[in-house]
């Protein structure tokens, strides 16, 4: 792949610090909707971020057979309607398998608007499901969760390669 300028190498990811974010997104996920702020329309789903964090950089581990289970884990644990958060979370993980190899090409903050139609998308879905079987409109504050999870992409995506960049070497001569 041709790098921008600029743009530092990057060390191979460890696959078991892949599962370990995964399973703290979606301990997190659980956590906020019980103690924080419940089930509030207007709050970010980490998991999703996660979710299509690692499936952007990690296309081959993670996609949407782990995008449907993590839904089904969460429609579970939510004690709603079965398969909602499970049909949402394989569509981001479709739309983000479609532009992964775009998506990197752009910077973190660029990449976060490149995202938020993607997450819209996912609640649009949700909020779609639940109004098909009779459930009630989160109102419009529901509008404001993808905002939050397009503003919260960059400081993920620092944080989860931050073990994969490699240390500057002062050795001028080797290339890489």
């Known amino acids: 792949m041709i790098m921008r300028p600029g743009q530092r190498l990057l060390m191979p990811v460890n696959p078991g610090f892949v599962w370990l974010t995964l399973v703290l997104a979606l301990l997190a996920h659980m956590l906020f909707s019980m103690l ?19 499936t952007v950089h990690q296309t081959r581990r993670v996609g949407m057979a782990v995008a449907f289970v993590a839904g089904l884990l969460v429609d579970v644990h939510q004690a709603g309607l079965l398969g909602q958060h499970a049909l949402a979370y394989t569509v ?6 479609m532009v992964h190899r775009r998506l990197r090409w752009f910077s973190v903050t660029e990449q ?46 620092v944080l989860l ?7 500057p070497d002062p050795d001028e001569n080797r290339p890489l």
Do not use: C, K, T
């Open 36 to 54: 924080m702020w419940g089930r509030a329309a207007w709050a970010p789903d980490v998991l999703s971020i996660v979710l299509v964090f690692w």
């Open 92 to 97: 981001l993980s479709y739309l983000a398998i």
């Open 112 to 157: 976060a608007l490149q995202v938020f139609p993607l997450f819209a998308l996912a609640h649009a879905v949700e909020v779609l499901l639940s109004l098909v079987v009779g459930g009630g409109f989160p109102g419009w504050w529901v509008l404001l969760a993808p905002v939050a999870e397009a503003l919260l992409w960059p400081p993920v995506s």
């Open 161 to 167: 390669l931050a073990p994969q960049r490699r240390a």
